[in-house]
């Protein structure tokens, strides 16, 4: 139960430093963020150990909620990675103690480039902040280690000082849940923000039949098709569709011993799909396809027009 007590006792003295940071943040945060949302250069944010590490942490969130980050090792920016950094450029310094040598060398040293130099450090009047052109000051910490030598509350503090200048920034660039699906189309949850139009058959990717098209033909055209995608879209009057043909389908009754005639016309063996608008999220086509236990669903534009069906084993993930 100590053991227990103890780790609740560093939670809460993490939380009660976070608290303070937000009382302490003042109007230099708003300063550069207006600067980088005018600037046409790139975050570049630099530090030295378990900075470095927290460093890496600020970028990748400011790179996925849309604005331009990369990150630079003092020492390798000292031994020519000098070169990545461009006029225009913002400097994003990262040390607690503000007296960091790698780091002070490396301020120095961009100097040269027109570039803005902004701080995160606990010491207001360290070396680092003197040399900057902002600071954003987190106050000093006492650190969660029972030596009060480990860095954890002051590189939490920094970390979410990094939290809150990105997101400060993906709101005032109005970034939506769109362009956060663009920039994580592989990861579950950008996944989840695409829309059905992203994933699904385009109508010109499958052949087209007549209703009177004989069912022989339009299995010839579906293993013709450049993709193997195993339908047919069958097309009546006025070019208005009127069903799809699901080779699946036949092989079903072909299995049962249901053979069909190969001479029948195509619409006695088309399906009419359940239909989605592509504007709707893929989550809810799942829905969909886990609430009726289909296959495809028609997918319609905002005139309900037919654009394409969507499949469930595209993207449908196992139960």
């Known amino acids: 139960m100590a053991m227990l007590e103890r780790a609740r006792a560093i939670i809460r003295h993490e939380a009660a430093a976070l608290e303070t940071l937000s009382n302490r943040i003042d109007e230099h945060i708003c300063t550069l963020s207006d600067h980088i949302l005018s600037s046409t250069g790139t975050v570049v944010v630099c530090g030295v150990g378990k900075s470095r590490l927290v460093g890496e942490r600020i970028s990748a969130i400011l790179t996925s909620t849309g604005t331009r980050s990369i990150t630079l090792d003092p020492v390798d920016g000292l031994h020519g990675d000098l070169g990545r950094v461009c006029a225009g450029d913002v400097i994003l310094a990262l040390s607690n103690s503000g007296k960091t040598a790698e780091l002070l060398q490396l301020v120095r040293a961009v100097r040269q480039i027109p570039v803005m130099v902004a701080a995160i450090t606990g010491r207001a009047t360290s070396p680092l902040a003197q040399a900057a052109d902002m600071v954003l000051d987190i106050g000093p ?36 849940r769109e362009d956060f699906a663009h920039l994580h189309p592989g990861g579950s949850l950008g996944r989840e923000l695409m829309r059905v139009r992203d994933l699904m058959w385009p109508l010109e990717s499958m052949p087209v039949v007549r209703p009177n098209t004989s069912l022989s033909l339009a299995l010839l055209s579906m293993c013709r098709a450049p993709q193997k995608l195993g339908v ?3 097309v009546g009057e006025r070019c208005k569709v009127t069903g799809i043909l699901i080779g699946e389908s036949i092989g079903r009754l072909v299995e049962r011993g249901a053979i069909p005639d ?31 236990e289909i296959e495809l669903m028609a997918v319609h534009d905002d005139q309900d027009k037919f654009v394409g069906l969507i499949c469930r084993q595209e993207f449908l993930k196992p139960s």
Do not use: K, Y
């Open 232 to 234: 047919a879209v069958v």
């Open 141 to 176: 910490m006492r650190e969660a280690c029972a030596l009060g030598l480990a860095p954890t509350t002051s590189m939490t503090a920094m970390a979410a000082m990094g939290d809150a200048l990105a997101l400060v920034l993906q709101e005032r660039r109005g970034f939506t």
């Open 262 to 292: 190969l001479d029948d016309p195509v619409e006695r063996h088309m399906q009419q799909p359940a239909s989605i608008s592509w504007d709707a999220f893929v989550n809810q086509a799942e829905q969909l396809f886990r609430q009726h």
